[in-house]
């Protein structure tokens, strides 16, 4: 700007000079910057409102009381937004600073007892290991800044062997809930991906008789060309309350009915999950037969042999999406394979007419053992009496 010939700045500083005052450039161009904020800020405040003026004598605005109110409320209300924001992500408190981190706690485990780390991810040190090296090398599973392979994996286990909330993991592993989501899924990604090798036939062709039917004489050879095991089970969903009637089935509680094959040697070949509870196990049967193209021989052997340690554990994990169910299926699979020695397998090894119980009961098998426990109890109460009455009889005679 250019006042006669001179600009802006040497203007003023010409003015000022005569009352006495002196100033820089730099301190008025300052000064002209912190007058154009309050401007704009004034303008903001007024608006398009009318009736205001100026008190000369005050050297204030002269507003209605009704107005300052309004605008008191106003700045009062930005002023608590922009004080939650400072205190939220500017100098918010810390909230997972503890020393034992997860990492420091995985290694700890991995250092320790071997019981511990089966107890906690339902797998040995060295299966777990292997895991996660197959996770980073073949199914594109990365570490980030913050966090390595090992806690990924452990935190994603964390959460299938236990039923862990997204709140326990991020007490125990030191990270916000949106990093234990985020990771969570993560994983899940790699694990899906994993699945696609581990859920199926290992002798693709099956040109060979299973050990189990060879070498027992209960089923060889009339069983000697079946090729595996075809059963379905419920896994607990937790769905939205429009489709909570289609999920709840003969067991009483909102269910995904899964079929799933297994070969004799206790691996799953095949599963088709996230069906409603209320869908009949013919039907799932049907659409797989015509989806794969699969003939599965009816078998000599109960489904229900399989080892459950992620597949019964995820029925405490309330999610209705089937990835769950499929990683875990995936996840026994792997450790069959993988691990030179595994308690629970030995266990079912030793004891091949193992079946674990049913953890959900059909309905119309609770209501018949309440009805046996009514008639019982009237049995008894008619022994009782009858009891009594001889009791009083013989008192009588006496």
Same mark, same amino acid.
């Given at each position: ?43 903001a ?34 002023v ?11 100098h ?38 292997k ?10 599973l ?8 090992l ?21 125990r ?51 000697? /060309?079946s *090729?595996? @095991? ?5 896994? %607990?969903?937790?769905? $939205?309350?429009?489709? #909570?009637?289609?999920? !709840? ?33 013919g ?29 019964e ?16 299926m ?6 069959r ?15 091949p ?10 309905? /119309?098998? *609770?209501? @018949? ?5 009514? %008639?019982?109890?009237? $049995?008894?109460?008619? #022994?009782?009496?009858? !009891? ?11």
């Open positions: 700007m250019v006042v006669d010939g001179v600009t802006k700045n040497t203007w003023l500083q010409n003015e000022l000079r005569q009352v006495g005052v002196e100033y820089t450039k730099e301190q008025l161009r300052h000064k002209w910057d912190w007058m154009k904020d309050q401007w704009k800020m004034w303008k405040l007024k608006g398009n409102e009318t009736g205001l003026g100026w008190d000369p004598i005050k050297g204030t605005v002269v507003a209605p009381d009704e107005w300052w109110n309004e605008k008191i409320k106003t700045t009062t209300y930005t608590d937004i922009i004080c939650s924001y400072y205190l939220s992500y500017i918010k408190e810390p909230c997972m600073d503890s020393f034992h981190t997860g990492l420091v706690w995985l290694q700890e485990i991995m250092r320790g007892n071997e019981r511990r780390c089966v107890n906690l991810f339902r797998m040995d040190k060295d299966t777990l290991i895991l996660c090296l197959d996770l980073e090398c073949h199914y594109k990365k570490c980030s800044k913050k966090m390595t392979i806690e990924k994996v452990g935190m994603f286990l964390y959460v299938l062997a236990l039923g862990a909330s997204n709140r326990q993991v991020q007490e592993f030191q990270h916000s809930g949106e990093t234990v989501s985020r990771n969570f899924h993560e994983v899940l990604k790699a694990m899906l991906c994993l699945s696609i090798d581990m859920i199926k036939p290992t002798d693709p062709t099956f040109s060979n008789i299973p050990p189990e039917i060879l070498n027992d004489d209960r089923y060889m050879p009339h069983f000697k /060309d *090729i595996g @095991a075809i059963d379905g089970t419920h896994v %607990s969903a937790c769905v $939205q309350e429009e489709n #909570l009637i289609r999920f !709840i089935g003969r067991k009483g509680v909102p269910t995904q009915n899964i079929m799933a094959a297994c070969s004799f040697d206790m691996q799953f070949t095949f599963v088709m999950a996230g069906w409603e509870g209320t869908a009949h196990d039907r799932l049967f049907q659409y797989s037969i015509n989806k794969q193209n699969l003939n599965f021989p009816k078998p000599p052997l109960e489904f229900g042999r399989q080892d459950g340690r992620y597949y554990q995820c029925l405490l994990i309330h999610f209705m999406y089937k990835n769950i169910v499929v990683v875990s995936a996840l026994h699979n792997y450790i394979r993988k691990a030179l020695a595994d308690p629970a397998f030995e266990r079912l090894d030793k004891s007419n193992f079946v674990p119980p049913d953890i959900f009961r059909d309905v /119309d098998d *609770i209501q @018949a053992e309440e009805s046996s426990q009514e %008639s019982g109890a009237l $049995q008894m109460n008619a #022994l009782r009496d009858q !009891i009594a009455c001889s009791l009083m009889l013989a008192n009588n005679d006496y």
